[in-house]
């Protein structure tokens, strides 16, 4: 079973809003990703939790807030987006956080800031 | 860091011909390179990978060839069907001391002509 799932599918909020976006994984895989997506364009890193510890952040505006409760679960708190916030946001996982394992997608939340 | 370039951006075939997308990375020191297929509305894919120690690797009509020397590798897909129609993307990672992400190539829009 290789499978990432992320709640909800589609949120809309508008800018003041406060929201969260989740992603689960029962692989045991102790590295998980948040990806950001725009239309047509490759997924871009955002984020990386190692062994439920951030060890990467992208750069990314602290709009975004990044949780990891436990091994299996990875959360996004989003507060204050703008409309250029509006994207595919991907989950990924890995089995392991170093060497060159595989990571595995989410279906993704697809997120409109109005 | 690293740099994927991907070609083409599309690339029309006729159903049951072959199809080849290419990508060349900048970072001699990236080890893993997987391959993803990525249909509407949908997440990523993993449909294969190969690592740096490997020259090539074939699953069924799908095939990757890696030359570590011109730092190119190559998906390549036999007796295309209906169904491989999406858009592919190349990616390369970077073996450091922790979790990366991917570094992806811009993806390539695969048309299967009936």
């Known amino acids: 079973d290789t499978e990432v799932t992320q709640t909800p599918k589609h949120l809309v909020m508008g800018m003041t809003n406060k929201k969260s976006l989740k992603c689960e994984q029962h692989?045991?895989?102790?590295?998980m990703y948040w990806y950001k997506q725009k239309a047509k364009k490759p997924p871009e890193l955002m984020f990386v939790y190692s062994y439920e510890k951030l060890s990467i952040n992208e750069s990314v505006p602290s709009r975004f807030s990044p949780e990891c409760p436990n091994s299996s679960l990875l959360n996004l708190h989003l507060h204050a987006l703008q409309p250029e916030d509006s994207a595919l946001y991907l989950c990924?996982?890995?089995?392991?956080?170093?060497?060159?394992?595989?990571?595995?997608f989410g279906p993704g939340t697809r997120l409109t800031v109005t | 860091g690293e740099n994927v370039e991907q070609h083409p951006s599309t690339l029309s075939v006729q159903e049951g011909d072959s199809a080849v997308i290419k990508c060349t990375y900048s970072d001699s020191a990236s080890n893993y390179f997987p391959w993803y297929k990525q249909e509407l509305g949908k997440g990523p894919q993993l449909i294969i990978d190969?690592?740096?120690?490997?020259g090539e690797k074939k699953d069924q009509r799908i095939a990757v060839t890696l030359n570590k020397t011109a730092k190119h590798f190559s998906l390549h897909i036999t007796e295309t069907q209906p169904e491989d129609s999406a858009v592919y993307f190349c990616?390369?990672?970077?073996?450091?001391?922790?979790?990366?992400?991917?570094?992806f190539g811009k993806g390539t829009h695969l048309i299967i002509q009936p």
């Open positions: 692989m045991g895989h102790r590295a």
């Open positions: 990616a390369a990672h970077l073996s450091g001391g922790g979790a990366d992400g991917l570094t």
């Open positions: 990924a996982s890995s089995p392991a956080p170093q060497g060159s394992y595989e990571q595995y």
């Open positions: 190969i690592r740096s120690n490997v």
